[in-house]
């Protein structure tokens, strides 16, 4: 067994949170290729190193004597870590290179970088793993894009190191230049070890003990999901559940490997795995978790098509595309089609996007209903079943709510009802505990009939 372990920014936050990690580290021999992030916050009113670096650009800017003086306080949080852990470490030799180019000439992604690369620096002297530096395996094409082939050329050349520490956030360009990705990236760092070491578990260690099945701000205490097939978190996130971003377990999710998050304060806790669609045990939930969002709206464009039903829907759609507007949901039915956006996405657009549509469409009844909600039930086991449907619109029912659109593929992992937003908190209660009642009756839908 070989692990690839991703360590957050608050798991390394303090010479505390490194031992807490070191000791999770050495607890498992497995645990071969770590990743940690830059130290995050030490107390609510702290400030991340990455967001202590991306203020140091901007000071850079303008004042570069201002910039070396607040770079001063962020070596200090590392020497602190070091102190505290008393290791007889230094990091003098990188700081002065870094202040040489803050003095000089030097890039946003290059300085931000440094945050994971002297965490890497202390943890690899910590654990006494070598160090790896991402920008040697973690690549980048000239135009910024995430090169996966040259990624695993490079990686090829290290296969046989037994374990490594290696800083999560960046990698290079061709040219050698230093690329980040996006704001916590170094998930897709981890995952992107995971599969290039051929790891068979990419454990991803953070502050909370796994995803939760409804929003904790709603529902108190709600259930740890024990495990999400990768097709259910999609469904999951894109609804507005914090979980991860998908680009950050795709690599680990091409090559079919689990994920399991898991609380660097609380080590004991099981936390949760993220499995491949066809690796769910059958122990897995009924319905997997519930999310949902407030802020649509809806336009419904009604019309006598006639001879023009083929070109309808896509004359629709290409003004929303056009306008560069995300559509959400396309229910319709013949001759009136409803389009769901996000507010915010068509704010400061909505009048001109009807206005062509009137020119160009005809339509004879435009319909606009706004303060719109939209709730996912997931669950990878609700395909096949009879009367999960209809037990979750009667749950509502139930509680008076009004259903006004329901959307459901054909794959059936995720039943998505439009409702009013003074609705919202009620119906994610009522269906959080439909879900209870669904496992503590199980078996209760039957499988379809052949
Ligand atoms: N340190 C980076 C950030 O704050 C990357 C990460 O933590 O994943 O966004």
Not at 3 to 24: P, R, T, Y
Not at 113 to 122: F, M, N, Q, T, V
Not at 276 to 297: E, V
């Amino acid at each position: 067994m070989r692990k690839a372990v991703k360590f957050g920014g608050s798991s390394l936050a303090d010479a505390v949170q490194f031992q807490k990690c070191a000791e999770i580290i050495k607890a498992d021999p497995s645990r071969l290729f770590v990743v940690p992030s830059a130290p995050g916050k030490r107390h609510a009113h702290d400030t991340k190193v990455t967001d202590m670096l991306f203020h140091c650009f901007a000071l850079q800017k303008k004042h570069p004597d201002e910039a070396l003086e607040y770079f001063e306080r962020i070596k200090e949080r590392y020497d602190e870590i070091i102190r505290e852990l008393h290791l007889s470490y230094s990091l003098e030799e990188e700081y002065q290179l870094i202040s040489e180019k803050i003095g000089a000439d030097i890039t946003e992604e290059y300085l931000v970088s440094r945050g994971e690369y002297l965490s890497a620096k202390i943890l690899s002297a910590l654990l006494g793993y070598p160090f790896l530096d991402a920008s040697q395996c973690v690549k980048f094409d000239a135009t910024g894009n995430y090169d996966e082939q040259s990624t695993q050329l490079a990686f090829y050349e290290i296969k046989d190191w037994p374990c490594f520490v290696m800083p999560g956030f960046y990698g290079s360009y061709p040219n050698g230049e230093i690329r980040t990705f996006s704001r916590g990236g170094s998930d897709i760092s981890g995952a992107i070890v995971a599969k290039a070491m051929e790891v068979d578990v990419y454990e991803n260690w953070t502050d909370v003990s796994g995803f939760l099945a409804a929003d904790p701000r709603i529902i108190p205490h709600p259930e740890t999901i024990e495990e999400v097939t990768y097709s259910e978190l999609r469904e999951l996130s894109y609804m507005g559940a914090s979980v991860f971003h998908e680009e950050a377990i795709y690599p680990a999710r091409s090559a079919g490997i689990p994920i399991n998050i898991r609380n660097t304060n609380r080590p004991g806790d099981a936390g949760s795995w993220i499995c491949p669609d066809d690796g769910a045990s059958p122990s897995h939930a009924y319905i997997t978790g519930i999310a949902g969002k407030k802020g649509f709206l809806s336009l419904s464009f009604e019309k006598d098509v006639g001879g023009d039903k083929l070109s309808f829907g896509r004359k629709v759609l290409q003004v929303f595309e056009e306008a560069k507007v995300m559509v959400d949901h396309v229910p319709s039915s013949i001759g009136t089609m409803t389009v769901v956006v996000d507010a915010g996405e068509i704010s400061g657009k909505e009048e001109s996007i009807v206005r062509r549509i009137r020119r160009e469409i005809d339509p004879d009844h435009i319909t606009i209903e706004r303060n719109l909600a939209f709730i996912a039930v997931v669950g990878f086991k609700m395909k096949g079943g009879i009367g999960v449907t209809s037990g979750i619109l009667a749950a509502l029912a139930q509680e008076g709510i009004s259903v006004k659109m329901v959307i459901q593929g054909i794959r059936e992992i995720s039943l998505i009802i439009g409702i009013e937003e003074k609705d919202f908190e009620k119906a994610i209660r009522r269906l959080y505990s439909f879900r209870q009642e669904v496992d503590a009756t199980e078996n209760q839908f039957c499988a379809p009939k052949r």
